[in-house]
């Protein structure tokens, strides 16, 4: 552990004392070495559920005792093409809660106040934190997939993300195929709805509309492509792939088949969500750790140990 002093909030800025904070891949593929660091000891953890301690100046949408939400995006510039378009998450000079700013294995946190999300969700605090991050990428990464009404969606993978993802899905009337190697995986997919949960190695049932990969395993790129019925999408949702083998086109591209990456989130997709989990009443499924062991859960998650999201405690 390591001892720092308490921040204190700028302007427009909030101080918030953490409560909650999920652990996501994408701590783990900084830990690894996946993801290069944008700054030295950064405080790494982006799925922030606590209390406003104190308002910096000019910071005016939440009061102290507020419970909010600290996700992935934490700046950006509101000037360039993309963000005046809609798309900030691609953004140049966008910034990264424990990227690029100190994020939530902490008991305190310094947050821009217009990138926090207020959470009116009657969960408890370790049941929300997952929402933020784990939730929101799997949102969006579903509306990537361009899956059509009733559809057929393949889930490659199915840890926090995607078992919030499908939910999702299974509640907008699609049917849903879930490959992962985890067994204990495989019953929660089944707990939840899906259609069928087998081995990534095995064929679907039937041609799939559209198919998620949310594992960091290029080598299921031709997989799922090999999936998709004619006119499929395959939409990638994470922020670091291993290598993709080499592709054939005529049996993983040819009839008009697609392939998209997502590239973070917009705080609209993250305000969508977060409305749609309440009202879908989202089933979280997690394990809690303490915040002195962040390192059994980064390692339970690098093992696959972890059923659901892992989340820490402050």
Not at 74 to 99: H, I, K, M, P, Q
Not at 146 to 156: S, W
Request: some cysteine.
């Amino acid at each position: 552990m390591i001892e720092r002093e308490v921040p204190e909030p700028g302007p427009g800025e909030l101080l918030v004392k953490i409560r909650a904070c999920a652990v996501c891949r994408t701590d783990l593929h900084l830990a690894e070495g996946d993801l290069p660091p944008r700054a030295p000891f950064i405080t790494p953890g982006h799925e922030v559920v606590g209390e406003v301690a104190v308002a910096g100046q000019g910071a005016t949408r939440f009061k102290a005792g507020d419970r909010v939400g600290i996700a992935w995006l934490a700046g950006t510039c509101g000037a360039c093409w993309f963000c005046r378009t809609g798309r900030e998450n691609l953004c140049f000079r966008s910034v990264y809660t424990g990227w690029d700013v100190h994020g939530g294995y902490a008991e305190y946190a310094v947050a821009a106040d217009a990138y926090v999300h207020a959470l009116p969700l009657p969960w408890p605090d370790t049941d929300v934190a997952p929402l933020l991050c784990a939730g929101i990428i799997g949102y969006r990464a579903l509306r990537r997939a361009d899956l059509p009404p009733g559809g057929r969606l393949g889930i490659y993978g199915f840890g926090g993300s995607a078992h919030l993802a499908a939910q999702v899905a299974i509640a907008e009337g699609a049917e849903v195929h879930v490959f992962t190697r985890s067994a204990q995986a495989r019953t929660l997919a089944t707990e939840l709805g899906a259609a069928s949960a087998l081995d990534p190695g095995q064929p679907p049932p039937e041609p799939l509309d559209s198919a998620i990969i949310f594992a960091p395993a290029g080598e299921l790129v031709p997989v799922a492509l090999a999936a998709l019925d004619r006119g499929g999408t395959l939409a990638i949702a994470g922020i670091h792939l291993s290598p993709i083998p080499p592709l054939d086109y005529a049996a993983h591209l040819f009839q008009e088949r697609s392939v998209r990456s997502v590239t973070a989130n917009t705080r609209a997709d993250a305000e969508e969500f977060l409305r749609l989990a309440g009202r879908l009443r989202l089933r979280v499924t997690t394990v809690t750790y303490p915040l002195d062991r962040a390192d059994r859960a980064l390692a339970d998650l690098a093992a696959g140990r972890v059923r659901g999201a892992a989340v820490l405690t402050v």
